[in-house]
């Protein structure tokens, strides 16, 4: 299998923001069912075999333990319990509005009974119409879905390969449902005074002092996919530092800097896993140094930090 396989964003768009819509739905679905954890680490999805999963969730709010799984194999979503029961339909052929309700109609099924807090799309230009009554959004393309899931999945292990270099606290490497995502973010213990008017989803996501990596699709503001990092928040003169490759560039995004790597721009190359990761590790490095992290003391080389282990490599 081709690492790194084409995903024009013009191939698949349409497919896209169906998509998005669909895992927005079964989000909001986790958001009311789980645990709330630190940075919201309890909404987003993570990566399967076939495609992406909720993670066990239910129980504490009085539902049995249920799973729901996108597989973008077979193209099906299935909702499962913990008793064995399950109850999957196409995704091909559905709406938005028709795979709202066929989603909801499979848990009541199961004997889960779930109320969104609010059953709109979170930060798209349709916010204000509710989910059940989207006829609009009903593209899918099994062959684009299933390129964004390989794609999805080859970049999840360069995450996974980044994330083990850092021994302080970092974040899963998660699919964020809202910005159809996906990244791994590494914290410092410092705390960020959030003002009161900043929203909370922003204010728990930025509570500490954050370095985060990841890659999106593309949309209208920026219409490739493109690796991106960035630090929050932002030391001064980060955007004066050298990048690595050289065709990576910062960008100016709501008063503070993103760094970009397009996603056509590694794929002919030789070694695009290592490109990817020596463009994380530029932007890792400058932003944590000038911020005042103690780099060395948080390495960990290989994912070891035992230093009996390390001495052995």
């Known amino acids: 299998m081709e690492i790194f396989p084409p995903v024009p964003l013009a191939e698949w768009k349409d497919s896209k923001e169906t998509l998005h819509r669909f895992a927005q739905i079964v989000g909001k679905i986790r958001l009311a069912s789980g645990v709330r954890r630190n940075h919201w680490w309890n ?28 597989d973008f194999v077979a193209h099906r979503l299935t909702a499962r319990v913990l008793g064995g029961g399950a109850v999957s339909f196409p995704l091909l052929g559905q709406s938005v ?9 499979a848990l009541r099924a199961l004997g889960v009974a779930v109320t969104m807090e609010h059953p709109h799309p979170f930060g798209l230009p349709d916010a204000g119409r509710p989910f059940a009554d989207d006829t609009e959004h009903a593209s899918y393309d099994p062959f684009w879905v299933n390129r964004y899931w390989q794609v999805l999945s080859q970049i999840s292990l360069v995450l996974e390969e980044f994330s083990a270099r850092y021994s302080g606290k970092i974040s899963p490497v998660h699919h964020f449902w809202h910005t159809f995502d996906i990244a791994a973010t590494r914290f410092s213990d410092r705390t960020v005074d959030q003002p009161p008017h900043i929203d909370p989803v922003t204010r728990e996501a930025y509570s500490r002092e954050v370095i985060s990596a990841g890659f999106w699709f593309g949309d209208d503001a920026f219409p490739q996919p493109t690796f991106y990092s960035y630090a929050a928040p932002e030391p001064e003169g980060l955007a004066d530092q050298r990048l690595d490759p050289a065709t990576a560039r910062w960008v100016e995004q709501r008063g503070s800097h993103l760094a970009t790597l397009d996603y056509e721009d590694i794929r002919g190359g030789e070694n695009g896993r290592g490109t990817v990761l020596d463009f994380y590790e530029s932007v890792y490095q400058s932003a944590a140094h000038l911020a005042g992290w103690d780099v060395e003391g948080l390495a960990s080389p290989g994912g070891i930090t035992d230093p009996y282990a390390s001495q052995t490599r």
């Open 43 to 70: 909404v987003p999805y993570h990566v399967t075999g076939r495609g992406i999963t909720t993670r066990p969730m239910g129980q504490v709010d009085g539902n049995p333990i249920f799973t729901i799984d996108f």
């Open 97 to 105: 509005s028709s795979f709202y309700h066929q989603t909801l109609d």
